[in-house]
């Protein structure tokens, strides 16, 4: 069983709608989780992060965090085009690495 | 904030020479910087964690004499590729850990081709 495990897509869904993107994690003792945004030959960049059960709100963005079901999700609302990318859900180790997924893509159709 | 910038963005070499990449924070310090590549559509993959002052800890199957690496301050790390091969071509990114819950800051990448 891999570490982070993501739908690799991809997940296609018209403009304005909600995006819905799930990651699951193995590890029960995991405490913090980030979403990166991955543009076609470009470098990740770091959306969010959060460590308590519940949502987090950030502008379009909503983090949603379960570690009683151990899964991760990230919903973008209204979602544009410009959303269109690759989605990576990332699980800190209990050292001070990321355990990367290997994403999901994300196309927003006009 | 939790700026990284690396140099060069993109470099073409030559087989057997060697190739410096350089990654430096620029509005915070990274007391441990990472090292990854990234083969076209694949995810990314550690390489290494440098902390400052010390040496790197390398990730199983990285050769840690083809894959020099060098963090000399708080804001700045070096990856050097020695005799690199055409199958070292790929897209070399790294990242610096931030404060708050250790998330990461990714440079925008270099891009390196052998030929």
């Known amino acids: 069983q891999k570490e982070v495990e993501q739908n690799s897509g991809p997940l296609s869904v018209p403009e304005g709608a909600i995006a819905s993107l799930n990651c699951t994690y193995s590890d029960r003792g995991s405490q913090s989780f980030f979403w990166y945004r991955q543009y076609s030959g470009k470098s990740p960049e770091l959306i969010m992060f959060?460590?308590?059960?519940g949502d987090k709100e950030d502008g379009r963005f909503t983090a949603q965090l379960n570690k009683a079901s151990q899964y991760v999700s990230l919903l973008i609302r209204d979602s544009q085009p410009s959303d269109s990318a690759t989605y990576l859900c990332?699980?800190?180790?209990?050292?001070?690495?990321?355990?990367f997924g290997t994403g999901t893509r994300l196309q927003v159709f006009p | 904030g939790a700026v990284v910038s690396q140099h060069p963005s993109w470099v073409i070499c030559k087989s057997g020479t060697s190739v410096k990449i350089e990654c430096r924070s620029l509005d915070f310090q990274a007391t441990t910087m990472f090292w990854y590549r990234q083969f076209p559509k694949q995810s990314l993959m550690l390489m290494a964690t440098?902390?400052?002052?010390?040496?790197?800890?390398?990730e199983q199957g990285v050769e840690k004499d083809k894959f020099l690496i060098n963090h000399a301050s708080l804001t700045l790390s070096t990856l050097t590729v020695t005799s690199a091969h055409p199958e070292d071509s790929s897209f070399y990114i790294c990242s610096g850990n931030g404060r708050v819950d250790f998330e990461q800051y990714f440079g925008p990448g270099t891009r390196l081709t052998v030929t």
């Open positions: 440098s902390n400052e002052g010390s040496k790197a800890t390398y």
């Open positions: 990332a699980v800190r180790s209990n050292t001070d690495k990321l355990i």
């Open positions: 959060i460590y308590s059960n």
